[in-house]
């Protein structure tokens, strides 16, 4: 099975809080559940380390904090 990761801006108390990263499934799941709430950053992202990276590294990032994972 191919896993793609998506990086997006993550929703915090009605407003967006920090990048966060997931897998594919996981963010259309949260699409279906509550279209729009979250912004997708980057998507078809090959390896959990890259949609890691590229968290930090885009606008938004937490480069010197580290990046909140979902709980799988």
Do not use: F, I
């Not at 990086?7 to 559940?33: F, I």
């Amino acid at each position: 099975m191919v896993v793609g990761w998506v990086v997006y801006k993550s929703r915090l108390a009605g407003t967006h809080g920090p990048n966060a990263v997931c897998e594919q499934e996981e963010w259309d799941a949260m699409e279906l559940d509550d279209p729009g709430a979250q912004t997708l950053l980057r998507s078809g992202v090959a390896t959990e380390g890259e949609a890691e990276a590229l968290a930090r590294e885009l606008p938004g990032g937490t480069s010197a904090k580290g990046v909140r994972l979902k709980a799988r």
